[in-house]
């Protein structure tokens, strides 16, 4: 029940949508988006996918593992590692997971990955719980 409640709550997201972020898959502690590298959106001046498109979708993978254990989260820290560049027009895939579930904060990583399991970053954050969420009072 949480899984549709929060695919349905980050399919009205503006910023996932502008992105065209598609939630793939979620289990407990775990969450895996996905993203189209669009040249017409996600890419910098050099024409490759800009860093903060990547960053976001990690971030968001993240933030979805941790509110797959019904944590609402913040981001307090979050660091990012680019390997490589993805192509345009493919699409790429962050796999988040929780690593640590505290009482105030969530330490998670995320794997960024491209066509064939290509790696492309790695990203490591640590989430500060503002809540729980709330099915029946959030709809």
Same mark, same amino acid.
Request: aromatic fraction near 6%; charge should be neutral; glycine fraction near 10%.
């Given at each position: 029940?949480?899984?549709?409640?929060?695919?349905?709550?980050?399919?009205?997201?503006?910023?996932?949508?502008?992105?065209?972020?598609?939630?793939?898959?979620?289990?407990?502690?775990?969450?895996?988006?996905?993203?189209?590298?669009?040249?017409?959106?996600?890419? $910098?001046?050099? $024409?490759?996918?800009?860093?903060?498109?990547?960053?976001?979708?990690?971030?968001?993978?993240?933030?979805?593992?941790?509110?797959?254990?019904?944590?609402?989260?913040?981001?307090?820290?979050? $660091?990012? $590692?680019?390997?490589?560049?993805?192509?345009?027009?493919?699409?790429?895939?962050?796999?988040?997971?929780?690593?640590?579930?505290?009482?105030?904060?969530?330490?998670?990583?995320?794997?960024?990955?491209?066509?064939?399991?290509?790696?492309?970053?790695?990203?490591?954050?640590?989430?500060?719980?503002?809540?729980?969420?709330?099915?029946?009072?959030?709809?």
């Amino acid at each position: 029940m949480l899984q549709q409640y929060l695919r349905k709550i980050y399919s009205q997201n503006s910023f996932v949508n502008l992105l065209e972020m598609k939630l793939i898959h979620v289990e407990p502690g775990n969450a895996i988006l996905s993203m189209p590298i669009d040249p017409a959106k996600h890419t $910098n001046l050099y $024409n490759v996918a800009h860093g903060g498109a990547l960053a976001s979708l990690a971030d968001t993978a993240m933030g979805v593992a941790c509110a797959s254990l019904g944590r609402r989260v913040v981001t307090l820290e979050l $660091n990012m $590692n680019f390997i490589k560049a993805p192509d345009s027009g493919t699409v790429i895939r962050a796999c988040g997971r929780v690593l640590h579930n505290g009482g105030h904060t969530l330490v998670v990583e995320c794997d960024v990955l491209g066509e064939k399991e290509v790696l492309l970053g790695k990203a490591r954050g640590t989430f500060y719980v503002v809540g729980k969420f709330d099915m029946e009072a959030d709809q």
